[in-house]
């Protein structure tokens, strides 16, 4: 199987992942749920990781890395606790449902700062437009069905200057790009562990600058005799027991990324995303969505072919061993703005395990597949 | 004489400086050790007088004063603050 679905999840991990997994499954219990060694180990692992992830995005405290089920959680969190009904919020025109379909249910009034795809300079100039009188912005950092990189730094300094709320959706950023979270300013940044920073399923981040309203309450190991949910971070946002085992995975991701440094990783990703991009582009018929300006865009790449469907391109792939994603990739708005919303896309997205031999094997394939129709 | 604390061997007098939560318990036991003073985090005991489940730190008689100045410069301002007796027990509150 060539695994070509990173942007979903990233199914290869380091071998070191595996390992932490198991130590931890075989030997720790539950951080602040007693004061005995399996209690304490998975206690100093947990704050490894907070301490690891403070450090990769340039942070000194890590109580203000949260852990959570995956992006989405995180979202959730983020949106629910600076989001009134009837607040203008401003968008990208990328984001993800996990975005759009919190801000619909809190009731608020969502303003997309459209603009093209791969165009920067249009992206803060929409953003320029839209952000005075807004209450919240919500920006992708990466868009996860094509890969382009929105121009963060700059939205999020227009955003301080008209003095709007920023929350970053970092689900396709985080561990491909550098991220500084003070130099940006923004009040939270969410995250998954299971994409680029190559931890296990049910892991993710929130990043907070300050405090949040927690999304769920409950024990927390801490100010057990209050009825109120602590005020302090991390627990005031951690109700429950911790995904330890997963947290273990995250931590060996997040050292790994780190030991090798999101620039090698990325420029791997980049030269895979380009090649490919070359050879599918010979196929006649088929659109590849590439930008001229590799930094750009990162190791996701979306098609569409004039005569196969997105879907049965998908499925034959898969059934000769190439697996990528088809369809709206939970991103209906992103694909309003390519004008793909109609046909969804085919999209092959890479991971630092994924080689220049997969993708040549992936193309040909492609094109043997779309030349039979 | 000693006793244990999270499955350590301690000899006393020891002090107990009492943290909002485990995390900051675990910011401080970092702040300490990496200006070579040994902590332990534990969970707190009876008679600490915390709304339960708290976390402290557990430091020697001779690095207390020391602690207590990096905490403060850390900015994790030090809670309250309780002596141990020779079998782990509390003794009495030194700091408030």
Wanted: aromatic letters at 6%; hydrophobic letters at 40%.
């Amino acid at each position: 199987m060539i695994y070509l679905d990173s942007a979903a999840t990233s199914l290869q991990k380091p071998r070191s992942v595996e390992r932490a997994m198991m130590s931890a499954m075989r030997s720790m219990a539950s951080p602040g749920r007693g004061g005995h060694r399996p209690a304490m180990l998975a206690a100093d692992m947990a704050f490894d990781c907070r301490a690891e992830l403070a450090g990769f995005f340039h942070m000194e405290n890590p109580e203000r890395i949260i852990f959570t089920m995956n992006a989405t959680h995180a979202l959730n969190i983020a949106i629910h606790s600076c989001v009134r009904r009837g607040d203008r919020v401003i968008v990208s025109g990328f984001e993800h449902n996990a975005v759009v379909r919190p801000l619909h249910t809190v009731g608020a009034e969502v303003k997309i700062a459209a603009s093209p795809m791969f165009e920067p300079q249009a992206a803060i100039e929409a953003f320029a437009k839209n952000l005075p009188g807004a209450d919240i912005a919500v920006c992708c950092h990466v868009s996860n069905v094509f890969g382009y990189v929105l121009p963060l730094p700059e939205i999020a300094q227009l955003c301080r200057q008209h003095g709007v709320t920023l929350i970053v959706d970092a689900s396709q950023s985080a561990g491909v790009l550098d991220i500084n979270f003070p130099q940006l300013g923004a009040e939270y940044i969410a995250m998954p562990g299971h994409k680029g920073l190559l931890g296990p399923q049910g892991t993710g981040v929130l990043v907070c600058r300050d405090s949040a309203l927690p999304l769920m309450q409950g024990g927390t190991g801490s100010n057990s005799a209050a009825i109120e949910m602590p005020d302090f971070l991390p627990d005031r946002l951690e109700a429950g027991t911790h995904n330890i085992t997963g947290i273990a995975g995250l931590l060996a991701g997040v050292r790994y990324v780190r030991e090798n440094g999101t620039k090698k990783l990325l420029r791997h990703e980049r030269d895979l995303g380009q090649m490919l991009a070359k050879r599918l582009m010979q196929i006649p018929g088929m659109e590849v969505f590439r930008s001229e300006e590799p930094t750009y865009q990162t190791g996701v790449l979306s098609v569409r072919h004039r005569d196969i469907t997105c879907e049965e391109l998908a499925e034959r792939l898969g059934a000769n061993g190439v697996a990528i994603r088809a369809g709206l990739h939970c991103s209906p708005t992103a694909h309003r703005t390519a004008d793909t919303f109609d046909t969804g896309t085919a999209r092959f997205s890479f991971s630092p395990f994924n080689t220049m031999n997969e993708i040549q094997h992936a193309a040909a394939l492609t094109a043997e597949i779309v030349n039979k129709e | 004489m000693g006793y244990e604390i999270a499955g350590r061997r301690c000899s006393m007098p020891h002090y107990l400086i009492m943290c909002r939560s485990l995390t900051y318990a675990q910011r401080a036991a970092r702040v300490l050790e990496r200006i070579g003073i040994t902590a332990i985090v534990t969970k707190a005991p009876q008679g600490t007088g915390h709304e339960g489940c708290a976390y402290c730190v557990k430091v020697s008689e001779k690095r207390l004063a020391e602690s207590l100045t990096a905490l403060k410069n850390a900015d994790l301002g030090p809670g309250k603050v309780f002596m141990l007796g020779p079998g782990g027990e509390i003794l009495h509150e030194v700091r408030k």
